[in-house]
């Protein structure tokens, strides 16, 4: 439980967005990126538990509620093994922003690979664009 500094209980709220491209122990989309692929069912279990780290990590840090966005096609997060205290948004069509408005506090995107640098990781890239902040301040005010 978090508080101000007036001892007011705050209520803190997480944004997750993830993806399966990027998660650790999916080297390839040829066999971990689609239903139809070998492994899909295997990479859907990593990126679900991946995911369910960190939101226990929010819980850990004094989160009280957890927003998990599938982000992945045709879908990665297992609902079933995700962690219970995650809410869950998934399925066709998401439109931006992705159920992220200005009542979360935190925002964090996992499971996604860098952009097109020529790296090891290149067959299975993404870039968010649509996420970029227009303006980003850091650190509180001044003339930015």
């Known amino acids: 439980m978090l508080r101000n500094q007036a001892g007011e209980v705050l209520t803190v709220k997480a944004y997750i967005m993830t993806d399966l491209e990027g998660c650790a122990g999916i080297p390839s989309w040829h066999d971990y990126g689609a239903p139809e692929h070998r492994w899909y069912e295997y990479a859907r279990e990593l990126v679900t538990l991946e995911t369910s780290a960190a939101v226990q990590g929010c819980l850990d840090a004094g989160v009280d509620e957890v927003l998990v966005v599938d982000g992945h096609g045709h879908g990665a997060i297992n609902p079933v093994l995700l962690h219970p205290e995650a809410k869950l948004l998934f399925g066709r069509p998401i439109g931006y922003p992705f159920g992220c408005d200005e009542s979360f506090d935190a925002a964090m995107m996992g499971e996604f690979r860098r952009g097109d640098d020529g790296g090891p990781a290149r067959e299975v890239q ?8 227009h303006w980003l301040v850091l ?3 001044g003339d930015h």
């Open 139 to 141: 650190g509180g005010g």
């Open 126 to 133: 993404h870039r968010w664009r649509a996420l970029v902040p």
